[in-house]
């Protein structure tokens, strides 16, 4: 930008009314009132004797209370509204940490109680009391999950291939479309989907693994789609042209040059569809049931498995009650730390295997 | 640039098709085929285990007076509690979505987006668990407020409950439940709003929430609107945090904070399933239809929103 089109400035001269003066809070002044309202809120239900929780919430509504009155009084109306929603919309957000801290803080403190060797060598096979373990439920988890995994990625891969590389027109738009549809399926009503199906196959009263493995399967096809779908659509068209060029066959196209570039995002993908699988209940709970011994064979009979476990020793304590409880929490804990693994996994995969770009 | 030759010898058919293609081709249509089946097989599976419950005489249906008063209470203490979530959590979620893209620092928002997401991580039982062991009793003076000050609300008629385990305490897990979901995808429609409408705001000098309120919501309202349905298609299907919390059973009513509660048809589902026998599983699986098709509806809807958004996004 030239300034010299602009005539040299005149001797500045006093303005002869006022101009209006644009007054704002020091910096760290709407931060001190809030802490100042909180620190009132806390005395005012010190005074009347409250607990924690309407401490805080006395103070929050004071602090922001505070800031924008004064932000009112100084900056004017429209700077006091947008003040005003920064404190809401920081609140909000300080409000969501609070169930996420809770629930990490009471499962750690109740789980740890019998976070032991026990619990991760021994079954429940004739234990009335204490002692006992998840040993039979967290084994009866992998296999079902291994076998729902074995089952949905084939498929949800095949799909996403078809999806990205070979589908046009209402096909391929009824499919997106139901896709979607599908990740809000209830799972309890994947659960009763997979007893209705064996039901008339094999007779009334069925209970076996695969049942739950087709379940879990119902929840998981979906969603290993939508991520494949997704890392599938960020290879480079250029790589597929200059393969199909060389005069490769577009299958091999796809297995040697597109699946390998995008193999990073896919084991992600896949990864979080297992974590979200790994902690459901409700369809295990009307498929596989529960059993007290180890059973590993999925085509036989009932399975234990890790949620199922947690849920009936929380609900159904013998009468060693506190034994029962504690081996509740830390079947939550193993639970927890099982999904927080599986997502570290996904995001180290995704570090690992991402494609070398040029240096 | 030379003009390169035609090839000399006119192309006698077009490109070769290899068995390894078509089989390749095939099997990937196959998978996204029996997708669609799947889901078909879903609706006609349970419609197929549903008939005996539907066509039995009203006296043998659990309860003694046929499928529909079975289910309607269901439906009630599903509908009541999902909508609760709702109220709560969208709110919460937008103001969420909104302090992550425009107001945390640069810097940590994406760890914070993280965070959020790993409450969608964790199992639902486990948010039972948490619900009954410590929302549940903290609750309780809540309760007993609500019942003292606000008891001329059919909601809040009272007698309070003393064990916390009552319809609004399962609205506050499933709010929780449902919060990653709704801000998530209130995120993504909130950072794609296009940057020249923001700045053209801030230039004519708006606030930073007068440009929100401008550039921002107008842009994302939509996508809002979908990601509360779909968070809402989540908490009617919630099973185990309700069939833990909810101390339910009890016959239709919209009182909120008592200790009869209508139960949910996904909790009753699974508390009942394991025992049932002969007609009570065909019952339970006849609700089990009702629920599907009320979260297929639900689900129908919230995508069709949210693609329509998809359609004229700004991005460009």
Known sequence: ?359 | MTATKAPSEPRSQRAVRRPGDRIFAGSAKASGIFILLVLAGVAAFLVSEAVPALTAPAEDVPGGEGLGAYVAPLVLGTLLGAVLALLVATPLAVGIALYTTYYAPRRVATGMGYVIDLLAAIPSVVYGFWGLAVLAPALVPLHVWAADTLGFLPFFAGPASTSGRTMLTVGLVLAVMILPIISAISREVFSQAPALHREAALALGATRWEMIRMAVLPYGKSGVIGGAMLGLGRALGETMAVAIVLSGGAGATLNLISSSNPSTIASNIALRFPEATGLGINTLIASGLVLFVITLAVNMLARWIVNRRADFSGAN
């Open chain 1, 1 to 359: 930008m030239s300034t010299d089109t602009r005539p040299a400035a005149p001797a500045p001269v006093p303005p002869s009314r006022p101009v209006r003066v644009e007054r704002r809070l020091p910096r760290l002044a709407p931060l001190g009132l809030y802490l100042a309202g909180l620190a009132l809120g806390a005395g005012v239900s010190a005074l009347t004797g409250s607990g924690l929780a309407s401490t805080v919430v006395y103070g929050v509504v004071l602090g922001t209370l505070a800031v924008y009155l004064a932000a009112r009084s100084v900056e004017g109306r429209r700077k006091a509204t947008d003040r005003l929603v920064t404190c809401l919309v920081t609140t909000a957000f300080a409000l969501a940490m609070v169930p996420l801290v809770s629930l990490v803080w009471t499962v750690l403190g109740n789980g740890l109680a019998r976070f032991d060797a026990t619990f991760f060598t021994n079954s429940m096979f004739r234990v009335v009391g204490e002692g006992g373990g998840a040993y039979h439920a967290i084994l009866g988890t992998l296999v079902i999950t291994a076998l729902a995994t074995a089952i949905s990625v084939p498929i949800g891969l095949m799909t996403a291939v078809y999806l990205v590389e070979y589908a046009t027109g209402r096909l391929k738009r009824a499919i997106t479309f139901f896709v979607d549809v599908m990740t809000g399926i209830p799972s309890i009503v994947a659960g009763l989907f997979a007893f209705a199906l064996f039901t008339l196959l094999f007779g009334n009263d069925v209970r076996l693994g695969v049942m739950g493995a087709v379940a879990l399967s119902v929840l998981m096809i979906p969603v290993v789609v939508r991520s494949c779908e997704e890392v599938l659509k960020l290879v480079p068209n250029e790589l597929r042209e200059a393969s199909l060029a060389l005069g490769v066959p577009k299958w091999r196209t796809i297995v040697k040059v597109v699946l390998p570039t995008a193999i990073a995002g896919l084991g992600t993908g896949v990864t979080l569809a297992v974590a979200r699988v790994v902690g459901e209940t409700a369809p295990l709970l009307v498929t596989v049931g529960l059993i007290t011994g180890t059973n590993l064979d999925p085509f036989d009979g009932r399975m234990a498995t890790l949620p199922v476990f947690a849920y009936y020793q929380l609900t159904q304590p013998g009468t060693d009650t506190q034994a029962f409880l504690d081996r509740a929490w830390t079947a939550a804990l193993v639970l927890i730390i099982l999904v927080m693994a599986l997502n570290v996994v996904a995001r180290l995969i995704s570090r690992l295997l991402a494609p070398k770009t040029g240096r």
